[in-house]
């Protein structure tokens, strides 16, 4: 029966002999030819000022052109205010792709800066034969990063032409006749249109782009360490790492993109009556895409920005922030009368408003990497979800006092070969969880936002005990880590109050211990035999 297909389909194997397609579609894209122009130089020296005082200077330059294309096969940004050919009553049109080297549009992505100069300080001062002091600063610019070339919009929308094969005139109750997995595409097979759309390219529907307005990311670096030297060879240390980024993307590592197409919240106060459906003004016009469909739309969707666009949604927006603070403590001996390590703890805060952040607990993929607000990024600024405030890391080798030389089994014999020679090493760290990311499943918003949170009640989202206790054996996983009675659902045409990260519970911490055995022994003249044995993990959590 077609109009209830049975999901096993005994007769797939049949319809595949019969050349019968289900689905399928065939990309063409014109060649691309990417490239970025980069050049850098630096000048170093190094002063010793007196025997305990040595300086560092250093003035590094970079000069980087955005992305371009060889044939100009590329979207260099969205035109916020480039006035429409097509005007329909009731609303202003205005917006569209820029393409590379149309219209007075540059040939390159973003807008990198042309004074990248990059200066270096350091210095290390020994004011006794046992103390080092040593301090820097430098700023750095981070070469951009650019999505990969795709029809998505990132780069070459328009230049990427997809056919979709042709299986059913009739809504799937019959195979197409005279289609087949021989001739799949009847209607001939569609051609890339290159920029020819210009501004009207995407109405109707979602355009990812690149922010023409990016700018270069930067970093400024700073540092101060004391290190001193203690009796029994111990070397001890303190030091502070600061760090302060500006110009960041805002999708961080992800490239996760900023709807500028989103509803300004002060339409908020409209409530139920954004979902009003009311006369469309792009009814019938095939220039507007799916939006001439239908004889009504949505209020919110004449609303916006853009009204004949769906999502606009910009990658690799510049407006990302960080400061990192962090504490560095450690206590240091070399391997000397059978024993050695190095034992540092670090204490560290870092916050930024990148979005785009993932870490193992918390899955940023989807709406959950995107603003709350695009009108406001700097709301966004908190505790960054890859935070772990604390972090001790020590490795440790003891040799065992047995065998040749040692306090036991010194005397040759089979317990020495079999007992003597060996080492234990240690290795491991502790560090605390992350902060964790907590939205709604359900967004109703209604301004097209790609999220909503929920609102705080006041009480704590911390519950007792370890991994153990909340171990749940039905899912395979931890279960009640949160109190949900911290949270309620915000109401419908709000944000919520709830911050972007919550530090007042974090993931898990996670530990490792790592042990080992080893043991040399000489077998003549040059050659040696090692046996190790290894644990890895050996207090699992």
């Known amino acids: ?78 035109d916020r205010d480039r006035s429409w050919p097509f005007q329909v009553p009731g609303v202003t049109l205005k917006g569209g792709l820029e393409y590379a080297g149309v219209d007075g549009y540059p040939t390159h992505q973003s807008d990198p800066s042309k004074a990248k100069f990059a200066p270096r300080a350091g210095f290390a001062w020994s004011p006794n034969a046992k103390t080092v002091v040593r301090g820097g600063y430098g700023l750095f610019w981070a070469p951009h990063q650019y999505a990969g070339i795709s029809s998505t919009g990132l780069g070459t ?53 690149n922010d023409q307005f990016r700018k270069s990311a930067y970093v400024h670096q700073y540092s101060l360490d004391i290190q001193r030297e203690l009796p029994g060879r111990i070397v001890a240390g303190i030091g502070y790492i600061g760090a302060t980024s500006r110009h960041l993307g805002l999708g961080g590592n992800d490239n996760a993109t900023l709807n500028i197409n989103q509803l300004d919240p002060k339409y908020l106060s409209l409530g ?95 709406d959950r990497n995107r603003p709350l607000n695009s009108y406001d990024v700097d709301a966004e600024y908190a505790h960054s979800i890859t935070e772990q405030p604390h972090r001790l890391n020590f490795g440790l080798t003891g040799e065992l006092p047995f065998g040749k030389g040692k306090a036991h ?75 949900p009675a911290a949270w309620s659902t915000a109401p419908a045409f709000t944000f919520g109050n709830s911050p972007r990260t919550e530090t007042d519970m974090r993931t898990p911490f996670k530990t490792q211990t790592d042990v080992a055995f080893q043991k040399v022994e000489p077998i003549g003249g040059s050659k040696q035999v090692m046996v190790r044995f290894e644990m890895i993990n050996i207090f699992p959590t």
Request: glycine share 12%; proline share 8%.
């Open 409 to 483: 089994l010194s005397e040759p014999g089979i317990a020495r070969v079999l007992f003597g020679g060996w080492a234990v090493t240690a290795t491991g760290y502790f560090q605390s969880g992350f902060p964790a990311a907590i939205i709604q499943s359900t967004n109703t918003t209604g301004i097209f936002t790609r999220l909503q949170r929920p609102n705080l009640t006041g009480t704590s989202p911390a519950t007792s005990g370890n991994t153990d206790s909340h171990y749940d054996p039905s899912c395979g996983c931890i279960a009640n880590w949160f109190n």
């Open 157 to 209: 929308r328009g230049f990427t032409q997809t056919t979709d094969m042709v299986a059913t005139r009739d809504g799937g109750l019959t195979p197409c006749a005279g289609c087949s997995i021989v001739n799949p595409f009847p209607n001939s097979i569609n051609q890339p249109t290159g920029s020819a759309g210009g501004i009207l390219t995407g109405a109707g529907g979602t355009v990812q782009f």
């Open 1 to 78: 029966d077609p109009l209830n297909p049975d999901n096993a389909d005994p007769y797939a194997l049949a319809a595949f002999l019969l050349g019968y397609p289900s689905s399928g579609s065939i990309p063409v894209s014109a060649p691309i030819n990417a490239y970025i122009n980069y050049y850098a130089g630096y000048a170093q020296d190094d002063l010793r000022v007196n025997p305990n005082l040595t300086v560092n200077l250093g003035l590094r330059y970079e000069f980087e052109q955005g992305l371009q294309e060889v044939n100009n096969r590329l979207t260099v940004g969205f």
């Open 272 to 366: 139920s009556a954004l979902l009003d459906q009311v006369p469309n003004p792009f009814f019938g016009n095939p220039v507007f895409g799916n939006f001439a469909d239908q004889p009504t739309i949505t209020r919110r969707q004449l609303l916006r920005p853009y009204p004949q666009f769906g999502d606009l949604l910009a990658a690799q927006v510049s407006g990302g922030k960080a400061q990192y603070h962090s504490v560095v403590v450690r206590l240091e001996r070399p391997i000397a009368n059978g024993w050695g390590g190095r034992i540092n703890y670090t204490f560290s805060s870092n916050k930024n408003n990148i979005f785009g952040e993932l870490n193992q607990f918390s899955n940023n993929s989807g």
